[in-house]
């Protein structure tokens, strides 16, 4: 499994800022994001429709408007229970695990963290 081959195919934003994300090989599942509402760059959940606006980024990203995204890899590791090694092998010894956050931090692609780069 690699991560070039993990694309999210369909989100759901659901009540009590739950997500639910299919991926391409068929993994599936809800994700309880509500620790993040309200902090950061998920401030703009708190206005009305955002959070239920998500998107699915050409660069494999959920996304919402601003600045706000996850990172589909990690999305995937929380969705299944796999380590980060698991997806991305590269990965082994290098890295500790992340949190599924990832901050938009420049143009399209840049990355926060080593997960999602």
Known sequence: ???????????????????????????EGEIDLSERAGRGVFKIWN????????????HRTIRWSGDAELCADALYAEVTGCAPEEIMPGLRGRVRLLPIVRLWVGGEGDCADEVCG
């Open 1 to 27: 499994m690699s991560a070039e081959q993990l694309h999210p195919v369909a989100i759901e934003a659901r009540n009590g800022y739950r997500l639910w994300v299919r991926f391409d090989d068929g993994a």
């Open 47 to 58: 206005q009305r429709g955002v959070f239920e606006s998500a998107t699915i980024s050409p």
